[in-house]
C-alpha cells in the first residue's frame, strides 16, 4: 500500500510539472468555476490548485488561438509544419515558408524572453538610423535589420509586448517586403492581447 501511495504521489509531482494541453474552453470555465466554489468553502489549498490550472487552460487555449493566426500561405509561399515550444515563461512559434526555393522563417517570441526583445528592439529603434530603418506596417512599428547583400530580417514590435521575427536569406530585404506586409501582423496581435 506504502508503495502504490508513493508511486501515485510521484506520478502527481510528475504530471504537475509538465505542461496538459486543455481539452475546450468549457474545462477551463469548469476549473475556474470550482477555484471560486472552493474558495467559498475556505478550501484554499484545493481553490489554489484548480486556479492554476483555470489560469493554465486558458494560457493554452490563447495559444491554439495564435496558432490559427500563421496562414497556411503568404504572398505565394507555403508554410510547413509550426514549432511551437514553451518553457519557463516563454513561448517560441516557429514557422518557414517556402515558394520556388525561396524560404522565408516566422518566428513569434512571446513571455519573458518576447517583453525582453521587445525592449532591445525599442532600444535599436531610438538609436542612430543607420542600425536600421524604422516603417510602419498595419499599425506596428517594424525595424528593417537587414544586411547590405546579406540576410533580410524585419523584427515586428507587438503591441502585446511580444516580438515577431521575419528573415530569410534566399531575398533581399525590398522582395522581403512584401511577405512582411502581407503577414496577419494585427491579428496575430490581437490573439496575443492579455
Do not use: H
Request: net charge negative; proline share 3%; charged share 20%.
Amino acid at each position: 500500500m506504502k508503495t502504490a501511495a508513493i508511486i501515485i504521489g510521484t506520478a502527481a509531482i510528475v504530471m504537475s510539472g509538465s505542461p496538459v494541453m486543455a481539452q475546450s474552453a468549457d474545462e477551463a470555465a469548469t476549473a475556474c468555476t470550482e477555484a471560486a466554489r472552493l474558495i467559498g468553502e475556505d478550501d484554499l489549498v484545493g481553490a489554489l490548485d484548480e486556479a492554476k490550472w483555470c489560469v493554465e487552460s486558458l494560457e493554452q487555449l490563447r495559444q491554439q488561438v495564435t496558432l490559427t493566426v500563421f496562414p497556411d500561405t503568404v504572398e505565394g509561399f507555403e508554410g510547413g509544419e509550426i514549432d511551437n515550444q514553451s518553457a519557463m515563461g516563454m513561448t517560441i512559434i516557429e514557422r518557414r515558408y517556402s515558394r520556388e526555393g525561396d524560404d522565408v522563417a516566422v518566428s513569434l517570441t512571446t513571455g519573458i524572453a518576447g517583453g525582453g526583445l521587445a525592449a532591445l528592439a525599442q532600444l535599436g529603434m531610438g538609436m542612430s538610423a543607420g542600425s536600421g530603418k524604422k516603417l510602419r506596417v498595419q499599425k506596428r512599428t517594424v525595424l528593417d535589420m537587414s544586411e547590405a547583400g546579406g540576410e533580410a530580417q524585419y523584427m515586428v514590435q507587438l503591441k502585446s509586448g511580444g516580438m515577431l521575427n521575419i528573415s530569410s536569406s534566399d531575398l533581399d530585404a525590398a522582395t522581403l517586403l512584401p511577405f512582411v506586409k502581407a503577414f496577419p501582423i494585427a491579428d496575430l496581435d490581437e490573439a496575443l492581447e492579455p
